[in-house]
């Protein structure tokens, strides 16, 4: 049955538009993930204006091929100049620059491009055989069941996109504050409209566009008379018999972790190579290598990084909860194309799930080659002055809220939040739960309202289901550890104080 419905999926993706929209995706991925400071978050809220009169297929494509390029990309930066192009190749550049300064960069590199095709392939496999048994399971959801996933995935990104919990549910509680603007859902009332322009709530697109496209041009103009980063022409990759001897067991474990953790709401790349370096560093023979040199930690942390785009990609297909920042985005290319994700995706309309699936193996072998063919290009991309990166952003800004209505009014939505989303970001308050909230806001709201006006308005109707109970219970628990684990802190730091 699943290979029937993967080579349904295969058939829609072998097409010319869709292949078109692959390669540009992988293209569009590598140039921003070379570039440090932008993100695919950033490229894929540019470029989902640009997919309103493309076919659902070949739009997905695209979004899901710059997801993944610029996952590998971000390596490039980070081993040659120790500048990791994205937040998650961080941990990349502990071992890969080091080795780019004894002059063993194309190793590095190699390894690099490698270790992502590793990571992203069997990423790609646990996809789709797990999401296919999760949208199982969650076809039997009803109200009190998406409610509380609905809370559960806002409690966990409100955790997790910040290291201080307070910021996290500041960015939740601003984000359902706006989506309240508009009709109500259930009685048709209207709310803190202050124009009729409003009347259909705040516009998706812009708000997007404005957190994370827009908002970094501000950073950009703050920077852009800082030097960019010195590093020799790029060398050659270097392919030997061998380069992976001894790593079988890290490549697996790192690209198991990596999906695993990507499969959390909120926790994302970062987290994923983050833990599958630590986790590698610990049961290493030679842990004090790490952070010199090391090849293992280029492997950890690249099979981790790229495994855990795939593991984004589950809980968005399936229950309709974005796994990162990233797939919070897709989430509003696919609203645009009239596609609700969730669990009823894969009994409507299977075909197109498993076109993703598809698209990312067929993806995989030229985003390999683009990488190891272009390397020199690039690390040639790097050197673009940071003045005509936030010109050229600015005007694709202005140009895709625009193109949203064909009017101004989404274009000052766009820079308000553009303002917005600066602001926040200087506090360190990451826009994923703004973005978060303002995509599962109307679920949480509905469903809540559905389920008490069935249940006579006793809230204890939630505890009836035991999914919904499990869920609501695990949200409480996510919540609530960081306060108990900083509590429990102190009581250690106080009794050690004593002795």
Same mark, same amino acid.
Request: glycine content about 12%.
């Given at each position: 049955m699943i290979l029937?419905? !993967?080579?349904?999926?295969?058939?829609?993706?072998?097409?010319? /538009?869709? +292949?078109?929209?692959? &390669?540009? @995706?992988?293209?569009? @991925?590598? &140039?921003?993930?070379? %570039?440090?400071?932008?993100?695919?978050?950033?490229?894929?809220?540019?470029?989902?204006? $640009?997919? $309103?009169? +493309?076919?659902?297929?070949?739009a997905i494509v695209l979004m899901v091929s710059i997801y +993944?390029?610029?996952?590998?990309?971000?390596? %490039?930066?980070?081993?040659?100049? /120790?500048?990791?192009?994205?937040p998650a190749a961080a941990p990349t550049a502990f071992d890969g620059y080091p080795m780019r300064l004894r002059g063993e960069a194309g190793k590095a590199l190699t390894l690099s491009i490698l270790s992502s095709g590793f990571g992203s392939l069997v990423g790609t496999i646990f996809l789709i055989f797990t999401a296919v048994w999760i949208a199982k399971i969650a076809i039997v959801f009803g109200p009190a069941e998406y409610f509380s996933l609905a =809370?559960? @995935?806002?409690?966990?990104?409100?955790v997790l996109a910040s290291? %201080? =919990?307070?910021?996290? $549910?500041? @960015?939740?509680? !601003?984000?359902?504050?706006?989506a309240t603007i508009g009709l109500d859902p259930i009685s048709g009332n209207t709310r803190f409209n202050f124009t009729s322009d409003l009347m259909s709530g705040v516009p998706l697109l812009p708000a997007l566009i404005g957190l994370f496209a827009f908002s970094e041009v501000f950073f950009m103009l703050e920077t852009m008379h800082k030097k960019p980063p010195e590093m020799k022409e790029a060398p050659k990759i270097t392919m030997t018999f061998g380069l992976f001897r001894g790593m079988g067991f890290n490549l697996g474990r790192s690209s198991v972790i990596g999906y695993v953790v990507g499969v959390v709401p909120g926790a994302g790349a970062t987290i994923a190579a983050l833990t599958s370096y630590a986790e590698a560093k610990r049961v290493a023979k030679d842990p004090e290598t790490y952070g010199t040199g090391n090849p293992n930690g280029i492997v950890a942390s690249e099979c981790a990084n790229n495994a855990a785009v795939a593991g984004a990609l589950a809980p968005l297909l399936t229950l309709g909860i974005p796994g990162s920042a990233s797939t919070a985005i897709m989430i509003g290319g696919l609203l645009i194309q009239g596609i609700q994700p969730g669990p009823m995706l894969f009994v409507e309309n299977p075909d197109f799930p498993f076109a993703i699936f598809a698209s990312l193996l067929v993806g995989l072998p030229i985003m390999m080659a683009v990488g190891l063919l272009g390397v020199r290009l690039w690390v040639k991309i790097t050197l673009i002055p940071i003045g005509a990166l936030a010109t050229g952003i600015t005007a694709i800004c202005i140009l895709g809220a625009y193109s949203n209505e064909n009017s101004m009014y989404p274009v000052w939505i766009m820079v308000g939040f553009g303002i917005s989303g600066y602001l926040m970001r200087k506090a360190e308050i990451h826009p994923a739960p703004i973005v978060l909230a303002l995509v599962l806001a109307s679920m949480m709201e509905t469903n809540f309202r559905r389920v008490l006006m069935g249940g006579g308005g006793d809230p204890m109707v939630f505890l009836t289901s035991p999914i919904s109970a499990g869920m609501l219970i695990v949200a409480a *628990?996510?919540?609530?550890?960081? *306060?108990?684990?900083? &509590?429990t802190d102190r009581r250690r730091a106080r009794k050690t104080a004593n002795v």
């Open positions: 029937e419905q !993967f080579f349904g999926g295969l058939d829609l993706v072998l097409t010319t /538009n869709s +292949m078109a929209a692959l &390669f540009i @995706g992988i293209l569009i @991925g590598y &140039f921003v993930g070379a %570039i440090p400071g932008l993100t695919s978050s950033i490229a894929l809220a540019v470029i989902i204006p $640009f997919t $309103f009169h +493309m076919e659902p297929v070949p +993944m390029a610029s996952e590998y990309s971000g390596a %490039i930066p980070a081993i040659l100049a /120790n500048a990791p192009g994205t =809370v559960l @995935g806002l409690s966990l990104v409100g290291g %201080i =919990v307070l910021k996290g $549910f500041i @960015g939740l509680l !601003f984000g359902l504050l706006i *628990l996510v919540v609530t550890s960081p *306060l108990i684990r900083k &509590f």
